[in-house]
């Protein structure tokens, strides 16, 4: 469902498992960051008003889930500590130039943000199936079912703006661009690394 060329290493659900802290704080920061795009993006793009108006909703449910993680947090006794730099983000921001028409701008922050969070949705359903606390394990089933509707909202408006073929090109060489990226992460105690 996802399209995802390489699926993560499940080694990766065991490092997560020993390092949950970790996995806790990274995931809020991702939350704050999911909500910050959907901001950026009604600023960027105001004239488009049915994004805006389901920008305006994700930012809603993105801090919400913010507000979980965060909960959770305190509830372990856990700091939330300062933001870190997704390396995963990082390098997928690479895969397209800089500049282009306001269109290709928005399809290029689009298709990033759809990527972001199939692969948020996938790591979620590894937590989900393989973390020892149950109560985390449900935690993350909940909110992989979320990630996959940002997934699929995220899509939907790439292909509703832009050039169907020239949209399904350009995911089709991201998602392999996105596997080759993966190839060296997956060994860290973050939610994307």
């Known amino acids: 469902m ?9 080694r990766w659900a065991k490092i997560a498992d ?19 795009t959907a901001i950026s993006l009604i600023v960027s793009f105001p004239e488009f008003p049915e994004l805006v108006k389901e920008m305006v909703a994700l930012v809603r449910e993105e801090m919400g889930h913010f507000k979980m993680v965060h909960e959770k947090l305190q509830a372990r006794g856990i700091e939330l500590g300062w933001d ?25 922050r689009l298709l990033i943000a759809a990527l972001i969070e199939a692969r948020s949705c996938e ?5 989900s199936e393989e973390l020892e606390d149950a109560e985390l394990r449900e935690f ?13 909202l995220f899509l939907n408006f790439v292909r509703q703006y832009g050039e169907r073929e ?14 080759e990226i993966m190839k060296d992460l997956g060994k860290k105690e973050s939610i994307h690394g």
């Not at 790591?123 to 937590?127: K, P, Q, T, Y």
């Not at 993350?140 to 699929?152: K, V």
Request: net charge positive; proline share 4%; hydrophobic share 40%.
């Open 2 to 10: 996802l399209g995802l060329k390489l699926p993560t290493d499940p």
């Open 140 to 152: 993350y089933r909940q909110l992989m079912i979320s990630e996959a509707n940002h997934y699929t």
């Open 123 to 127: 790591r979620f359903r590894l937590l």
């Open 166 to 179: 020239r949209v399904d090109k350009k995911w089709q060489e991201l998602l392999q661009f996105e596997a």
């Open 18 to 36: 020993k390092n949950i802290e970790e996995i806790l704080i990274d995931h809020a920061w991702c939350e704050q960051k999911a909500a910050s």
């Open 84 to 108: 870190r730099k997704d390396e995963y983000v990082i390098r997928l921001r690479e895969f397209f130039p800089k500049g282009g028409s306001r269109i290709d701008q928005m399809v290029h």
